[in-house]
């Protein structure tokens, strides 16, 4: 695998990038059963929604190439889907895998149904980012929250995908880039990418994104997404909706990018999609050093939920939806997968 590829399959377990040590380190771990890729999601070693559906997947076949089977598989797959409750791409990849493993198919096909779904993966952030890349202007600042490059998605990424695309095809953008508290995904990953990429961006604390939005010419903002609800209700990394709110006060576009497998079409609306809270520590203590009084009470949810009427579209691997989203995220759910599934192809 490339050094900089944040996921791999390698005969016996799945190489990947531990998100954790970067920026510093680029380290490669392997998850050879099921309870290290447990551990991997739930400790965002591994993360990213459309990342995590193609690790999940790759967990799957690594319990069936172990002689795992019926029950037994489910109940591994299971334990998989269920590592973060709120990115619905683990459970899609998850449950398609169960499917085509109810449906009969051995070890070698199922993991060829995942090498499929990491490969769609590919495909469709190709397709995000051609899209996304033309709702940029020719020159100006944008502003992202989280990460959404590559190492979200073995791919080229959803909105950070989509700036990246902008870039090479010529546009002069200057990307402001949330640090994304607690877990700073911003600072160690999404500049790590844009460094990488070539892109020119400057790194802002996430209080300090409503000013950067008025004082710094800012077009855009780009975000990803790890559920979004068939009335467009996003859920997205916490500190999305207030970044919504206030580009929506200064009139600047917000475009969220994420792919069909993104949306849960049997979601009315957002107030149904589980909000994951984590660990009091990871907000009590930054880089091993407390910055609050141990038995601080502590609010720490992962996530947001962003509501649909905020967002000026949403780009998906088939276009653009524009608002009402009730009827276009409707059209989206009709459309087929992009490529077909792998015992399909043999």
Same mark, same amino acid.
């Given at each position: ?17 531990? =998100? ?9 771990? /392997? ?48 334990? !998989?889907?269920?590592?973060?409750? #709120? ?27 995942? =090498?499929?779904?990491?490969? +769609? ?22 502003? #992202?929250?989280?990460? #959404? ?6 791919? @080229?990424?959803?909105? &950070?995908?989509?700036? !990246?695309?902008?870039?090479? @095809?010529?546009?002069? &953008? ?18 790590? +990418?844009? /460094? ?55 009139? !600047? ?47 720490? *949810? ?13 780009? #998906? ?5 524009? *608002?009402?989203?009730? +009827?276009?995220?409707?059209?989206? +759910? ?13």
């Amino acid at each position: 695998m490339s050094d900089f590829s944040p996921l791999a399959w390698d005969g016996d377990a799945v190489i990947y990038i531990d =998100q954790r040590e970067l920026p510093a380190r680029v380290v490669h771990r /392997r998850a050879a059963t099921t309870g290290e890729v447990v551990e991997a999601i739930a400790t965002l070693a591994v993360r990213g929604a459309p990342l995590l559906g193609a690790f999940g997947a790759y967990g799957v076949a690594l319990a069936a190439a172990d002689g795992t089977s019926g029950q037994a598989l489910r109940e591994q797959a299971l334990r !998989i889907r269920a590592a973060r409750p #709120t990115a619905v791409n683990l459970m899609w990849a998850v449950d398609r895998m169960l499917e085509a493993a109810e449906a009969g198919a051995g070890s070698a096909a199922l993991l060829a149904q995942a =090498q499929a779904i990491h490969r +769609e993966t590919r495909e469709t952030d190709a397709r995000m980012a051609a899209f996304g890349a033309e709702l940029l202007p020719a020159q100006g600042a944008i502003l #992202t929250h989280c990460n #959404t490059g590559p190492l979200a998605t073995g791919g @080229a990424g959803t909105a &950070l995908g989509a700036i !990246i695309a902008a870039h090479r @095809a010529g546009k002069r &953008l200057h990307v402001y880039v949330d640090e994304t508290r607690p877990l700073l995904q911003g600072a160690r990953l999404t500049t790590f +990418e844009l /460094r990488q990429a070539g892109v020119p961006a400057t790194l802002i604390v996430d209080g300090a994104a409503a000013a950067t939005l008025r004082d710094k010419n800012v077009q855009a903002v780009l975000v990803g997404a790890d559920r979004i609800a068939r009335n467009g209700d996003t859920a997205n990394k916490i500190g999305t909706y207030g970044l919504a709110v206030a580009a929506a006060h200064h009139g !600047i576009p917000f475009y969220v990018v994420a792919p069909r497998a993104t949306f849960d079409f049997t979601l009315a609306s957002g107030d149904a999609i589980p909000i994951e809270e984590r660990a009091h520590d990871e907000v009590r203590a930054l880089g091993g050093k407390a910055t609050a009084p141990a038995d601080m009470d502590v609010y720490n *949810p992962a996530f947001d939920v962003t509501p649909g009427h905020l967002l000026t579209a949403i780009v #998906t691997e088939y276009g653009v939806l524009q *608002p009402p989203y009730l +009827e276009s995220i409707a059209t989206l +759910e009709l459309r087929p997968r992009l490529l077909p599934r792998a015992e399909e192809v043999g």
